[in-house]
């Protein structure tokens, strides 16, 4: 099956520096990619979307100047998450949609292996 | 408003038969999902409604009604690796709506 890949799988940085998590579509070209997150015992909570090459779409109550997500190419795309605090530490996932659905009658989203991040 | 109901926990024995049920009122539906997720893992992919009816993928069935905006899973024959949490999700226009997610305990 196709295959997501995020970077770095955690991370820990001090209150105020920025964080850049990679997501990628390895086997597969992405038009749209969507940002979750997810805190303990909680379900996953939508971000943005992003399709490849416009500006991403924030859920309401997400900052956008806060979390910058750029999706440069059709596998790639970027969530920075600036000034950092720890009431932004949580589970970073994210999931790509394939171009073409292929064989399925779907369009399914494939999940990255998530992203934990604890801000000190 | 976006809405989905799932219980919160479950619990039940390793070879039993589970049901676990989901309800949901979104503004447009193209389709719920069920997702397995284990403690720190992304969710991973485990059955699609789109229409009416059952979908039988060997130890794990999904029903959907869409006009009463209700879905069920249904696992069979319960192993242990099966205790996790069971994500329901709809497609409301192109992103995800999760529900809570239940989280089922399988013991021995």
């Known amino acids: 099956g196709a295959v997501v890949s995020q970077h770095p799988s955690w991370v820990i940085c001090k209150s105020g520096t920025s964080v850049k998590i990679e997501c990628r579509s390895l086997d597969f070209q992405a038009t749209t990619m969507f940002w979750y997150r997810q805190f303990p015992k909680q379900s996953l909570m939508l971000m943005a979307t992003?399709?490849?090459?416009?500006?991403?779409?924030?859920e309401q109550g997400v900052e956008k100047d806060k979390f910058l997500i750029n999706h440069a190419s059709l596998t790639l795309s970027t969530l920075t998450v600036t000034s950092a605090h720890p009431e932004d530490s949580s589970f970073y996932i994210c999931?790509?949609?394939?171009?073409?659905?292929?064989?399925?009658?779907?369009?399914?989203?494939?999940f990255g292996p998530g992203t934990r991040l604890t801000v000190l | 408003g976006q809405n989905i109901d799932q219980p919160t926990e479950m619990t039940a024995t390793e070879g039993a038969i589970v049901q676990i049920n989901c309800t949901y009122q979104?503004?447009?539906?193209?389709?719920l999902f069920w997702y397995q997720q284990h403690a720190g893992e992304a969710p991973t992919f485990l059955s699609y409604?789109?229409?009416?009816g059952l979908e039988e993928k060997g130890r794990f069935s999904s029903f959907l009604s869409r006009s009463k905006g209700y879905s069920y899973l249904l696992l069979k024959e319960l192993q242990m690796k099966d205790s996790a949490s069971y994500l329901c999700a709809v497609e409301a226009g192109t992103a995800l709506i999760f529900g809570k997610g239940t989280t089922l305990s399988v013991s021995s």
């Open positions: 409604n789109v229409l009416d």
């Open positions: 999931s790509a949609r394939a171009r073409d659905p292929g064989p399925s009658s779907y369009n399914e989203q494939f």
């Open positions: 992003s399709n490849e090459g416009s500006k991403a779409t924030y």
């Open positions: 979104t503004s447009g539906f193209n389709g």
